[in-house]
């Protein structure tokens, strides 16, 4: 088993603390991701995990060892950095078998390995290079096969994919998820980039200033955010946040009222007359008479600012009542900067937070069965 059990962890540098509290249970073969923006301490957490970095309290477990005192060497970790790390004077195959061979690994053992990594990357045909006859995406590929042919228990990455440029960023990340799914084992990735956590983990702890905000599917942290952080960090475009007054059941916000949907109702009865934030995202926001978007009897009246054709979709940055915010409108629209738009919003996907402590009003519970077991932010 490679399940990784963080309890009560934390890291101070001096009179900073770095990480605070981490508790968090990573199940065996889970693809977990840590996200947040920099210095929020996710891989600070990564390099406790790999040994890197000592840990000033709590408890490091994998499998069914502490590890708080152990060497990196002893862990059965693998880590692939941000920065490939690669020997310029070796060939890609020497590389690769380099950490083997300082185990004292038999050369056949080593040969077998080495070959059956560089098949499932397809890099056969490169093993005879040297790092600088190789492109950014084959080097990464490299520095993955270096880790796989450990057969580690646990793959640690931070930031893998960062000095990729955007398209190749989107194939490795499919490569290393199917990397994922045929070596069956832990994998622990560390990104800023919510795209990347959204598509590639099972679970995502989302992070901020050393604490854990969230931990959750990506389904339920898109659609289920506990905090208005959480809300506007997942998502692309992020989601729009205005200030509302709660004034019937309902939000008044630019002169309009938009009456919000299921368990929001309830949880806003003790709001009644104060001021929260609304929040929506712009995927559930349209333009009366263009959009997709269910009508419903709520319109907000809006000045366009900003027009983002994008081809299958134009973004609309729009101010309603001296706010901000921005819609999304299918395909292309035949929109100008200074035209007055109706906005329409889906009631159902309306969210609101208290506008003190920034934690999200219920809407409902997140669905239990699309839970991976483990310890939540709230435990």
Request: hydrophobic fraction near 40%.
């Amino acid at each position: 088993m490679a399940e990784v059990i963080l309890q009560n962890v934390y890291k101070r540098y001096g009179k900073t603390v770095a990480v605070q509290d981490f508790n968090l249970h990573i199940q065996d073969k889970e693809f977990m991701v840590f996200v947040g923006p920099s210095g929020c301490g996710k891989s600070t957490t990564l390099r406790m995990i790999a040994g890197l970095e000592e840990i000033s309290d709590g408890t490091l477990r994998i499998g069914d060892k502490v590890v708080n005192d152990m060497p990196p060497k002893d862990r059965d970790i693998a880590m692939v950095f941000q920065n490939y790390a690669l020997y310029p004077h070796m060939n890609v195959y020497e590389n690769m078998a380099f950490g083997l061979r300082l185990r004292k690994t038999p050369k056949a053992e080593i040969d077998k390995r080495v070959r059956d990594a560089a098949r499932i990357l397809q890099i056969e045909h490169l093993l005879a290079r040297k790092p600088k006859e190789l492109s950014g995406g084959q080097r990464q590929r490299v520095a993955l096969g270096r880790a796989i042919v450990r057969e580690p228990k646990v793959f640690l990455m931070d930031e893998p994919l960062s000095n990729l440029d955007a398209k190749l960023r989107v194939e490795m990340r499919s490569q290393i998820s199917q990397l994922h799914r045929r070596l069956a084992t832990t994998v622990i990735y560390v990104t800023h980039d919510q795209v990347e956590a959204m598509t590639m983990g099972s679970r995502i702890v989302v992070m901020r200033d050393g604490v854990i905000q969230q931990v959750d599917t990506p389904l339920n942290l898109y659609d289920y955010p506990k905090t208005k952080f959480v809300a506007g960090f997942i998502g692309s475009p992020s989601m729009n946040f205005l200030t509302a007054t709660v004034q019937g059941g309902q939000f008044e916000v630019g002169g309009a009222r938009l009456a919000p949907g299921g368990a929001l109702v309830d949880s806003l009865r003790s709001y009644e007359g104060k001021q929260v934030w609304m929040g929506i995202r712009p995927e559930h926001v349209g333009v009366q008479g263009i959009t997709a978007q269910a009508q419903g009897g709520d319109v907000m009246r809006g000045k366009v600012l900003v027009v983002e054709p994008l081809g299958a979709q134009t973004d609309l940055i729009v101010e309603v009542g001296g706010q901000t915010l921005t819609a999304k409108v299918e395909g292309h629209a035949r929109i100008e900067p200074g035209d007055t738009v109706d906005l329409v919003v889906d009631r159902s996907k309306l969210h609101a937070f208290d506008y003190q402590t920034e934690n999200a009003l219920a809407r409902r519970d997140a669905p239990v069965d699309t839970m991976v077991g483990g310890i939540s932010a709230d435990d």
